[in-house]
T-cell receptor, first 114, second 109 residues
């Protein structure tokens, strides 16, 4: 039981390049999230998906797109990377139909945009 | 929009001293969760509080949820070096988790 798996773990991009961060969960959770973590800023919600086929903007969605391909997978795409998008990105999932809605996080993707 | 403020940003304590971090939300929350992130790691769930005025304990950790469901605290009694990390609160509103900025705890042996 792997939990939440993110790929890649590390990535360096040049300004203007595009890339997709992949996330998959094997816990049959309905909700999935993408966060970015910057020093002193905590975790900020980029996008949220309550179920397959639905997505919703979070606190900092500009410059990102997401796809909830199926119940397991939720990808984050940077169409034209900027240095301000240098950050650690975390994917998370939770089962929001239950009383205890704890979020399970992936190991993170450390992205540097030069 | 949703805002969750957390203080202090940093706390350095001597092993054996107590530690408290505080979390305040600009809106009423359906529940609040606490997470711990070790250096270089990912956030790991500690606990969830749902009821107004709720208090929960996990060994040396005590969690409180305010009466108005807008504030919360985490208190660690007699810190140990294994408590080192960043502690985050996360307010849950309509199943979106909004995290505080975290309190980074350093414990000197």
């Amino acid at each position: 039981n792997a939990g939440v798996t993110q790929t890649p773990k590390f990535q360096v991009l040049k300004t203007g390049q595009s890339m997709t961060l992949q996330c998959a969960q094997d816990m049959n959770h309905n909700s999935m999230y993408w966060y970015r973590q910057d020093p002193g800023m905590g975790l900020r919600l980029i996008y949220y998906s309550a179920s397959e086929g639905t997505t919703d903007k979070g606190e900092v969605p500009n410059g990102y797109n997401v796809s909830r391909l199926n119940k397991r997978e939720f990808s984050l795409r940077l169409e034209s990377a900027a240095p301000s998008q240098t950050s650690v990105y975390f994917c998370a999932s939770s089962e929001t139909s239950r009383v205890n809605t704890e979020a399970f996080f992936g190991q993170g993707t450390r992205l540097t945009v030069v | 929009g949703q805002q969750v403020m957390q203080i202090p940003q940093y706390q350095h304590v001597q092993e054996g001293e107590d530690f408290t971090t505080y979390c305040n939300s600009s809106t009423t929350l359906s529940n609040i969760q606490w997470y711990k992130q070790r250096p270089g790691g990912h956030p790991v769930f500690l606990i969830q509080l749902v009821k107004s005025g709720e208090v929960k304990k996990q060994k040396r950790l005590t969690f409180q949820f305010g009466e108005a469901k807008k504030n919360s605290s985490l208190h660690i009694t007699a810190t140990q070096t294994t408590d080192v990390g960043t502690y985050f609160c996360a307010g849950n509103n309509f199943n979106k988790f909004y995290f505080g900025s975290g309190t980074k705890l350093n414990v000197k042996p």
